[in-house]
Antibody, heavy 120, light 112 residues
Framework: EVQLVESGGGLVKPGWSLRLSCAAS????????MTWVRQAPGKGLEWVSS????????YYGDSVKGRFTISRDDAQSSLYLQMNSLRAEDTAVYYC?????????????WGQGVLVTVSS | DLVMTQTPLSLSVTPGQPASISCKSS???????????LSWYLQKPGQSPQLLIY???SRFSGVPDRFSGSGSGTDFTLKISRVEAEDVGVYYC?????????FGQGTKVEIK
């Protein structure tokens, strides 16, 4: 059974940093692209960042480019999102999602999400 | 920037009746490989999103056949042939051809 478990969220002040983790199990992590998607309170879904297998390709949304860094550790079957210079508008539930074998932009399994709150 | 527009934004449906959601893209989602990269997700209340449909009309594993997707180019439709109580939630279309991947605003489906 595929499982994605996010952790690392919390309440931080503007300008602070936070590192999210996503522990994966139930599939061969190293062979799939992975993605972070976020959802601000009461709002829709926003793609944040994706990383291909072997970290060959990395993509970011414009709203986080230059501030967030996605990475993966295949030995640990884990995905990370380092978030720096956090802003109030980064407040959201962050989901880790697995890409399919046929399209990395189709997300077939999602974690339960982790809440990040940026507030002074 | 590519824009995904869903209509309606909310829908109230009697159980057993059909429902339909439209999704329009500001750019064609047809790839040179012949495939069209449009997906549908459902986010049930209090849950994470779940994949329903990919490549316009392919149902993901385990998705009931009352869900169907259709369309081409820039205009797409998700249909539920007979809505059940468990189908409530917010439905999102998502274009997965261009960068960045982009979701529609979401359509909230409720039961009458």
């Amino acid at each position: 059974e595929v499982q994605l478990v996010e952790s690392g969220g919390g309440l931080v002040k503007p300008g602070w940093s936070l590192r999210l983790s996503c522990a994966a199990s139930g599939f061969t992590f190293s062979t799939y692209s992975m993605t972070w998607v976020r959802q601000a309170p009461g709002k829709g879904l926003e793609w944040v960042s994706s990383i291909s297998t072997r970290s060959t390709y990395i993509y970011y949304g414009d709203s986080v480019k230059g501030r967030f860094t996605i990475s993966r550790d295949d030995a640990q079957s884990s995905l990370y999102l380092q978030m720096n210079s956090l802003r109030a508008e980064d407040t959201a539930v962050y989901y880790c999602a697995k890409g399919t074998s046929y399209n990395w932009k189709v997300f077939d399994f999602w974690g339960q999400g982790v809440l990040v709150t940026v507030s002074s | 920037d590519l824009v995904m527009t869903q209509t309606p934004l909310s829908l109230s449906v009697t159980p057993g009746q059909p429902a339909s959601i439209s999704c329009k893209s500001s750019q064609s989602l047809l790839h040179s490989d012949g495939k069209t990269y449009l997906s549908w997700y459902l986010q049930k209340p209090g849950q994470s999103p779940q994949l329903l449909i990919y490549e316009v009309s392919s149902r993901f594993s385990g998705v009931p056949d009352r869900f169907s997707g259709s369309g081409s180019g820039t205009d797409f439709t998700l249909k539920i042939s007979r809505v059940e109580a468990e189908d409530v939630g917010v439905y999102y279309c998502m274009q997965c051809l261009h960068l960045p991947p982009r979701f529609g605003q979401g359509t909230k489906v409720e039961i009458k």
